[in-house]
């Protein structure tokens, strides 16, 4: 005969922290936006936890022009660093941990493109002070006006805006802001 016992098992199955995973971050920013923006959220996925802290190890060009908030969302900083002109990246190397008892750390490339914007052209000078003797000849060059355009390959075009008192009087050159006498 054939003898047995029965015994009962107890298994328990202890938790781990397994690692989060942050999902591929893209982001486009048009150049000149607003501090404060939010472009958008580091979305991590964890099994153990919703919660997480984040910090940015590096970032390349250094601007300082971006952050991110507690909740994961990435924000402008300084939205004077966001110039195409001058970048039209930045990556961003971000360190994502865990806020569990025995917490993990990943490190995640974000990368930010910065979108052109036209920008309009500004006058070097606010104010264009010119002498002119009197009774000036026919086609005297006055001076000319002078500007920058940020953007690449723009045709600046001089005109103006408000001729009243000088209708007639004066020329300004289109092309090259030369001002000069028409009587």
Not at 42 to 56: G, M, Q, S, W
Not at 74 to 93: A, F, G, K, M, W
């Given at each position: 005969?054939s ?5 009962f098992?107890r298994?328990e ?6 690692i ?5 971050v893209?982001f ?7 501090t ?6 580091l979305?991590?996925?964890d099994e153990?936890?919703n ?11 250094t601007?300082n022009?971006?952050?991110?908030e ?15 002109e001058l ?11 865990d806020t569990?008892?025995?917490p993990?750390i ?12 036209n920008?309009?052209?500004?006058l070097?000078l606010?104010?264009f ?5 009197e009774?000036?000849v026919?086609a005297q060059?006055?001076g000319a006006l002078f500007s920058?355009d940020e953007?690449d ?8 805006v ?7 009087n ?6 090259t ?5 028409e009587?």
């Amino acid at each position: 005969t054939s003898l047995s016992d029965t015994s009962f098992v107890r298994i328990e199955v202890e938790d781990v922290n397994e690692i989060h995973k942050a999902d591929s971050v893209t982001f486009a920013v048009l150049e000149n936006s607003l501090t404060n923006t939010v472009l958008g959220n580091l979305n991590v996925n964890d099994e153990d936890t919703n919660y997480f802290t984040f910090n940015i190890i590096s970032e390349i060009p250094t601007l300082n022009a971006l952050r991110i908030e507690a909740n994961g969302d990435l924000t402008i900083n300084d939205s004077v660093q966001l110039n195409y002109e001058l970048t039209d990246s930045i990556l961003l190397i971000v360190e994502i941990q865990d806020t569990t008892a025995n917490p993990l750390i990943i490190t995640e490339e974000v990368r930010v493109s910065i979108l052109d914007v036209n920008e309009k052209p500004t006058l070097s000078l606010d104010t264009f002070n010119f002498n002119l003797d009197e009774n000036p000849v026919f086609a005297q060059n006055i001076g000319a006006l002078f500007s920058n355009d940020e953007d690449d390959n723009q045709t600046i075009v001089y005109q103006f805006v408000n001729e009243t008192g000088i209708e007639g009087n004066y020329s300004l050159d289109s092309i090259t802001g030369e001002l000069s006498v028409e009587v």
